[in-house]
Structures are given as C-alpha cells and as structure tokens.
C-alpha cells in the first residue's frame, strides 16, 4: 500500500534558526496537506498542495509539491517559541479518494 | 475544533470489556475517520465512513468495529479490549474538498 516517509523524526532549534521537514511518498499524489500538532493537542490542518511544483507560504511557513507530485518540504524560517509541535504530511493518491495517509511527523522543539 | 466532538475524553477500561467511543459532528461532513496516535506510530487509519452505514477497514482495524446509523455520528467500538489498545484516538471529518478537521481526541487506557 501506499507509505509516506517524513524525515527527520525531531528537529531541536534555537529560536530564530530554520527549520525544514521532508516528506516523502512511495506512490504519485493527487495532493498533500499539512497538519500541526501542539504538544497535547489534535493535529490542525494548515494546507493543502494540489499542482506539480506548486509552492505556497503562510507567513513565515513555506510549502512545497515537488514536480513529480511524490515529495513535499515545509520550511519554517526565524522559527520562534511557538512552532513547537509535531508536523505531519498527509497524502492522497488518485485511487483513495476518501483516505489520507499519514507521514509519522517531525517533532519540532525551540529553545528560546 | 468547533463542530466535532469525542466523547469520552478519557476512559481507564479492563482488559476484556467492550468499549464505544463517540464522535459526533455538526457539519454535515460526508466522510468521518477514527484514527490511532502512538509514540513512533504517528496517525494510523482504523476505520472510515463514506456516508451513512457506508463503512471500511483502515491500516489497523483488527479488533475495531464501527457504525455510522446517522450523518453525525460515528461510534468505534473495541471489542473486547487489550492492552495494545491503550492509544490516544481522534475521529476527524471531511467534505472531501480539503483538509481533515479533527476532535480533541479519547485518551484510552486498556488495564
């Protein structure tokens, strides 16, 4: 079945350094969407990447579909106290219209 | 996030007892999901809904059923539960269109 790998599993940053993730898929997506998860909280959706090469920001976040609709990358810059959570990768293939498959999300941490 | 709720939040259960979570929306969502969240693990698909008593298996539904009688609600039933149950589940709803928009979460403990 189809897998996503993310990497890396945690990220320790200090405050006001980059961060990036990288999320990888086993089979071509229709699209992928991104979630965070606070510490103790649910994941919440952030957004979703539908066309090949497509880049998206959200002010300080950047997402990116990789050309060939099987990799995604979302970049923090300046990261601050509150980015810390879990980031997860969601995709959707072509073949599974009602189910996401899930990365196993970077653990963000930022020492203030 | 405003229009889904779990319940129970947090449930402590005996191993070998049936357990029922609840999810209900107010969205009127066509498709509902439970997932299970372990350390490691990250998400993994149990069951999903498609509509009402439009039901199929996920990545780990061993030991799971469920049941979707209404539009709002979807009810995920342990069996007779284990200690590998002990999980954090979130139901989470779509329209299909966008992203997934998830419950609180139970925080379920098999002893």
């Known amino acids: 079945g189809q897998q996503v790998m993310q990497i890396p599993q945690y990220q320790h940053v200090q405050e006001g350094e980059d961060f990036t993730t990288y999320c990888n898929s086993s089979t071509t997506l229709s699209n992928i969407q991104w979630y965070k998860q606070r510490p103790g909280g649910h994941p919440v959706f952030l957004i979703q990447l539908v066309k090949s090469g497509e880049v998206k920001k959200q002010k300080r976040l950047t997402f990116q579909f990789g050309e060939a609709k099987k990799n995604s990358s979302l970049h923090i810059t300046a990261t601050q106290t509150t980015d810390v959570g879990t980031y997860f990768c969601?995709?959707?293939?072509?073949?599974?219209?009602?189910?996401?498959?899930f990365g196993k999300g970077t653990l963000l941490t930022v020492n203030p | 996030d405003a229009g889904i709720t779990q319940s129970p939040r947090h449930k402590v259960t005996e191993t070998g007892t049936p357990v029922t979570l609840r999810c209900h929306q107010t969205e009127n969502h066509r498709y509902m999901y439970w997932y299970r969240q372990d350390p490691g693990h990250g998400l993994r698909l149990i069951h999903y809904s498609y509509g009402v008593k439009d039901t199929d298996k996920g990545e780990v539904s061993d030991g799971y059923s469920v049941s979707r009688s209404k539009t709002e609600d979807f009810l995920l039933t342990l069996e007779s539960a284990t200690s590998s149950q002990t999980s954090v589940y979130f139901c989470?709803?779509?329209?299909?269109?966008?992203?997934?928009?998830f419950g609180s979460g139970t925080r379920l403990t098999v002893v």
């Open positions: 989470a709803i779509s329209s299909g269109a966008y992203g997934y928009t």
């Open positions: 969601a995709g959707r293939s072509g073949g599974s219209n009602y189910k996401l498959t």
